[in-house]
């Protein structure tokens, strides 16, 4: 609105003067004082490749959080910021994917590495998202994302998350068809190689993951405290309009939001306590989910530590509408969680108790990463010391 305002008024429509962003100077000269005229050259504006391209690989987006996302120990709800943090990847992998002259696209989520929850956001601070593209392939973009929350009576900020997210381009014609990606300019060329040693390592990864990815969470009933069966919960639901894009596919934000949920709900059963966020593991998008599909967000324990719970999220899709395609797992992911105490302070978890052969092994899998990101830790801790 306010470049539409900036525009008319360089038209002769208003008398303010104003100093226009070189954007919006190019369409006001296209102008000749018709409102028309000024619309088109507005709508243009969008799909320019003279823009300077930092214009195009940077966002910043910022909101004020209200009670309505708040989770039960009063923070926000850690699947409100995933989905903040992914509307700003797509918008901006979205925008950069359509920034030359070819057919129009929109960029899809692929996948989502760690996150770690770094600091707890409040109800009235303000999350300021700020999300860069750091590297393109010839079919996928990776984009950087900063999460930084704000006490507006303060001043003070703190940053709260740090994601990198991978996106594919499609498009808008056939959403099956995956299309090229404009590249990049690095500033140095290490850059580019960084970048490429990255989309390597999670292309391996996303694969293997999809490959180990057949198994499903099954009630069991009467089941022992403390136990994997005991905690285990799933959510259903009905993939709507609201949920999609407006090419009839789910937004990936969306689909976070109700893994996390699944994973708190995990969580509070096992420890009977406040709980939080603590971190994401890498969430891998296997396929599209479309508008009419029934979604089942399963969650079960795979290990804890003394004060962590390590939750398994996995969405299976099923086409009710189609009777062609067959349920399928679309997405996986485990997440942290930590148990509080009603001053928010870390309580000791229950231990989880494997029954089964394969509760036993998931528990010695989720052992490995646990010690293996906590000597990761230790390591980037100790130089600081």
């Known amino acids: 609105m306010k470049l539409l305002v900036r525009a008319l008024r360089l038209c002769g429509v208003g008398r303010r003067p104003v100093s226009p962003s070189p954007e919006v100077v190019v369409a006001s000269q296209k102008c000749v004082g018709s409102r028309e005229r000024c619309w088109a050259s507005i709508r243009a504006?969008?799909?320019?490749?003279?823009?300077?391209?930092?214009?195009?690989?940077?966002?910043?987006?910022?909101?004020?959080?209200r009670p309505d996302d708040a989770n039960v120990a009063g923070n926000v709800h850690g699947g409100t910021i995933l989905k903040m943090i992914e509307e700003a990847g797509a918008i901006i992998s979205t925008r950069h994917c359509n920034s030359q002259n070819g057919e129009r696209c929109v960029a899809a989520l692929a996948r989502v590495e760690r996150t770690d929850f770094l600091s707890p956001m409040c109800i009235g601070e303000v999350a300021h998202v700020s999300a860069e593209i750091t590297y393109t392939s010839k079919h996928s973009v990776e984009v950087q994302v900063n999460v930084m929350s704000e006490n507006i009576l303060t001043g003070t900020k703190k940053l709260t998350n740090k994601a990198t997210l991978w996106y594919v381009p499609l498009s808008l014609k056939n959403v099956d068809k995956v299309l090229e990606v404009p590249p990049v300019v690095y500033s140095r060329q290490e850059q580019e190689e960084e970048?490429?040693?990255?989309?390597?390592?999670?292309?391996?990864?996303?694969?293997?993951?999809?490959?180990?990815?057949?198994?499903?969470?099954?009630?069991?009933?009467?089941?022992?405290?403390?136990?994997?069966?005991?905690?285990?919960?799933s959510l259903i639901?009905?993939?709507?309009?609201?949920?999609?894009?407006?090419?009839?596919?789910?937004?990936?934000?969306?689909?976070?939001?109700?893994?996390?949920?699944?994973?708190?709900?995990?969580?509070?059963?096992?420890?009977?306590?406040?709980?939080?966020?603590?971190?994401?593991?890498?969430?891998n998008f296997h396929d599209k989910i479309r508008k009419g599909c029934v979604i089942t967000i399963s969650g079960r324990m795979t290990f804890t530590s003394n004060k962590s719970m390590e939750i398994e999220v996995l969405v299976d899709a099923d086409p009710v509408v189609d009777n062609l395609q067959k349920r399928y797992r679309a997405a996986s992911a485990f997440f942290t969680y930590v148990s509080l105490s009603q001053e928010g302070k870390p309580?000791?978890?229950?231990?989880?108790?494997?029954?089964?052969?394969?509760?036993?092994?998931?528990?010695?899998e989720g052992k490995g990463r646990y010690l293996q990101m906590k000597a990761k830790r230790q390591g980037h801790a100790e130089p600081q010391a």
């Open 195 to 233: 970048g490429r040693k990255r989309y390597e390592a999670q292309k391996l990864e996303r694969m293997e993951t999809k490959w180990r990815n057949g198994d499903i969470v099954q009630p069991v009933l009467n089941p022992e405290p403390n136990t994997v069966s005991y905690s285990q919960s």
């Open 347 to 364: 309580l000791p978890v229950p231990q989880l108790v494997p029954e089964t052969e394969d509760e036993k092994r998931r528990f010695e």
């Open 237 to 283: 639901h009905l993939v709507g309009p609201s949920d999609c894009t407006l090419h009839g596919f789910v937004h990936g934000g969306v689909t976070m939001k109700l893994m996390d949920e699944v994973a708190g709900i995990v969580a509070a059963r096992h420890c009977k306590t406040n709980i939080v966020t603590a971190s994401v593991d890498a969430i």
């Open 45 to 65: 504006i969008g799909t320019r490749t003279d823009v300077p391209q930092s214009r195009l690989c940077m966002i910043v987006m910022g909101r004020i959080m």
